[in-house]
């Protein structure tokens, strides 16, 4: 589907969709538990994609009334009986393929073509170092894998790096594995709050797992040296379920699009606190010179549009933002510098060529570097772009489209289903002007 964006204004209220990362989460520890309710969850391509990897080791998956209704395997998955599918969710390919390294049998997870060329290297290594079956079918560290043959746990060594998903991974298995898991990093760890995540939900089911080392800030993993889970422990959330929060990496479009094509305040409600590090979108729009306040009690965060300037920004902990911020850089007086984003050219695809190249295509000057985006902005023109089958690209680039001089037209915007599916409901319903083209 290709979608066209006529410049517009936002106004009104917003509700967040429920947090993908938390729903990813919440949905295989469930399974690993006897079963839970998962309230609130994000219904979406990718968390689709966990869902049927549950099932496939054995546990069940049934919506009812907007809630996820898991039957897990109680921490011993079976065998599964076919191939599994993760689609494009490189979320679901780590979870699950450590979940794989527990079977008796063999495992084979695949997915799209972007997925497939995504690397996976890194876990396969450290569950060879449990004793595990991990191969690469194409011996190139991508999928298909093939893993299985079980294991007690173990001591590994893994690069922080590349994907902090390989963490949480083998935090899942490891707690339900005889010895557990200890984790060396031999790497900085990139992405920690996705790690944050991770801890808090294993807390929410019952499972303890220990940071060793960090740097004391609020971000638990942050500067981490290693983790250890205890082996032995059953999931059990407080209650049988588990409530999903809202998601600031989908409320970030919405909040960007209220500062810079707000009339009068956008509201986006459901923003409450949680270990997600993409709540640093709201300082990051504050350093832009954004009109937002935050009402943390409340969930509520409201935002008008506000002349912006460029900053420079890292995004070591923080990846999803990037798209975001690109957009917002174009926008901005000045020039906006995205810094320690060489991992963020690992996920649904380069995300700091996609947007360099799209941006360019819209009449804004950047600069690529391997770990480092600058855009330089004023200028946004209405153009043809492309999607790049990747849900943050596509939602960024509505966002720019807002103020374009002139319309938009953005290929494969049907992409956003993997994230935030009624995306452009919600911008119709703000005011945006947009029709398929």
Request: hydrophobic share 40%; aromatic share 4%.
């Amino acid at each position: 589907m290709d979608l066209r964006i006529s410049p517009s204004r936002v106004r009104g209220t917003a509700r967040a969709p429920p947090s993908k990362s938390y729903t990813h989460r919440a949905v295989l520890a469930a399974g690993y538990a006897d079963g839970a309710l998962v309230t609130n969850p994000l219904f979406s391509a990718d968390t689709e994609a966990t869902a049927r990897a549950v099932e496939a080791y054995g546990g069940s998956a049934e919506r009812r009334d907007g809630d996820w209704e898991i039957t897990g395997f109680d921490g011993a998955p079976e065998t599964p009986a076919d191939i599994i599918d993760c689609a494009n969710s490189g979320t679901t390919m780590r979870l699950t393929t450590a979940t794989g390294g527990l079977v008796d049998g063999l495992t084979v997870l695949t997915g799209d073509g972007s997925l497939r060329s995504r690397p996976q290297g890194p876990l396969l290594d450290a569950l060879d170092q449990l004793c595990v079956r991990a191969d690469s079918t194409r011996e190139n560290g991508q999928a298909p894998l093939v893993v299985g043959g079980g294991t007690s746990g173990g001591d590994v060594s893994i690069r922080g790096d590349v994907s902090s998903q390989y963490i949480t991974g083998l935090l899942m298995a490891g707690a339900v594995t005889e010895d557990g898991v200890a984790i060396d990093l031999t790497t900085e760890l990139k992405s920690a709050p996705y790690v944050d995540i991770t801890l808090d939900v294993l807390d929410a089911f019952g499972v303890e797992a220990t940071v060793v080392g960090g740097d004391d800030s609020e971000i638990r993993a942050s500067g981490a040296d290693g983790f250890e889970i205890e082996g032995g422990q059953s999931y059990a959330p407080d209650g049988g379920s588990y409530d999903v929060p809202g998601d600031f990496s989908s409320m970030s479009y919405l909040l960007a699009a209220g500062a810079i094509a707000g009339d009068d305040e956008l509201t986006v409600e459901g923003a409450y606190p949680s270990a997600q590090g993409d709540s640093k979108i709201v300082s990051i729009l504050e350093s832009m010179g954004a009109a937002i306040e935050w009402d943390r009690t409340a969930g509520a965060i409201a935002v008008g549009r506000s002349s912006l300037e460029g900053i420079e920004v890292e995004v070591a902990d923080t990846p999803d933002l990037l798209p975001t911020i690109a957009a917002l850089g174009a926008v901005a007086e000045g020039t906006t510098r995205i810094t320690d984003c060489a991992h963020v050219r690992l996920k649904e695809t380069d995300r700091v060529a996609a947007m360099a190249t799209e941006l360019e295509r819209m009449g804004v000057e950047t600069e690529e570097y391997e770990d480092e985006l600058v855009v330089h902005g004023g200028g946004l023109t209405g153009a043809t772009v492309r999607g790049h089958e990747d849900h943050r690209i596509i939602m960024s680039l509505a966002v720019a489209a807002l103020v374009a001089d002139g319309e938009t037209t953005i290929e494969g915007a049907e992409d956003v289903d993997v994230s935030f599916p009624d995306f452009f409901d919600v911008f119709a319903a703000l005011g945006v002007e947009c029709t398929e083209a």
